[in-house]
């Protein structure tokens, strides 16, 4: 079975442009989420997806970040316009449905450079 | 969701028995206690979770006194493969349904 993967593991852009990250997650698994590490910071929470539904957007730090899970497949996280406080490792993880006691499988990431 | 406080670091060498504290003072009564491992370009990865006393698996122990204000995750005969980051998060057991709180983790170096 494959795990979830991410999309692309890496991306450097300049400050003002548009980055858009992709995650798949594990086939089957209802729950997604997207976190972030900033350098030196810790792992952050950002959004939970319900299926296509955000479940919790709390964590998102602002505007320029846009979550969609069309058809509650792959996500996408755009962030527009990317700013230098915006690098960091992005992570995305998912799990099965419901209140399962099953753990968060956690992509690999992606190291966003903003210059 | 409870803080935890681990050391930053720890240094150890392949064979030995390498043995994490976290300290969570503020622990609820509903909350369990779970650890995840992450490898470097790695996400995180779910190793262990107890509510009390002592459970073990295939990777690790996690020991966890009566007042469960700390708990011990503990790795034996450590390999080089071991060297990660180890978190220890506080909250409800079902980690599948809700957003996870990292702290800062414990960075362990094994050596040969």
């Known amino acids: 079975e494959a795990g979830v993967t991410q999309f692309p593991s890496h991306s450097v852009i300049e400050k003002g442009q548009t980055v858009t990250l992709r995650c798949d997650p594990i086939?089957?698994?209802?729950?997604l989420y997207w976190y972030r590490r900033v350098m030196g910071k810790e792992i952050k929470f950002l959004l939970h997806?319900?299926?296509?539904?955000?479940?919790?957007e709390s964590g998102m730090p602002n505007n320029r970040f846009l979550a969609e899970r069309t058809g509650g497949t792959y996500s996408t996280l755009k962030v527009q316009p990317a700013e230098l406080e915006d690098s960091g490792v992005y992570f995305c993880?998912?799990?099965?449905?419901?209140?399962?006691?099953?753990?968060?499988?956690f992509g690999p990431g992606t190291r966003l450079t903003v210059l | 969701l409870a803080k935890t406080t681990q050391p930053i670091s720890m240094d150890s060498y392949e064979g030995q028995e390498v043995n994490i504290t976290c300290s969570h003072n503020?622990?609820?009564?509903?909350?369990?206690i779970t650890w995840y491992q992450q490898f470097p370009s790695q996400g995180p990865r779910f190793i262990i979770q107890?509510?009390?006393t002592k459970v073990t698996n295939e990777v690790a122990s996690l020991f966890i006194p009566a007042d469960r204000k700390s708990s011990t995750l503990s790795l034996p005969r450590v390999s080089l493969s071991d060297t990660a980051v180890y978190y220890c998060?506080?909250?409800?057991?079902?980690?599948?349904?809700?957003?996870?709180?990292f702290g800062t983790g414990t960075r362990l170096l094994v050596s040969p």
């Open positions: 993880a998912s799990s099965a449905a419901g209140l399962s006691t099953d753990t968060q499988y």
């Open positions: 086939s089957g698994h209802d729950n």
């Open positions: 997806f319900v299926k296509e539904s955000k479940q919790d």
């Open positions: 503020n622990i609820a009564t509903n909350d369990y």
């Open positions: 107890g509510y009390k």
């Open positions: 998060l506080v909250g409800p057991p079902n980690t599948g349904f809700q957003k996870l709180v």
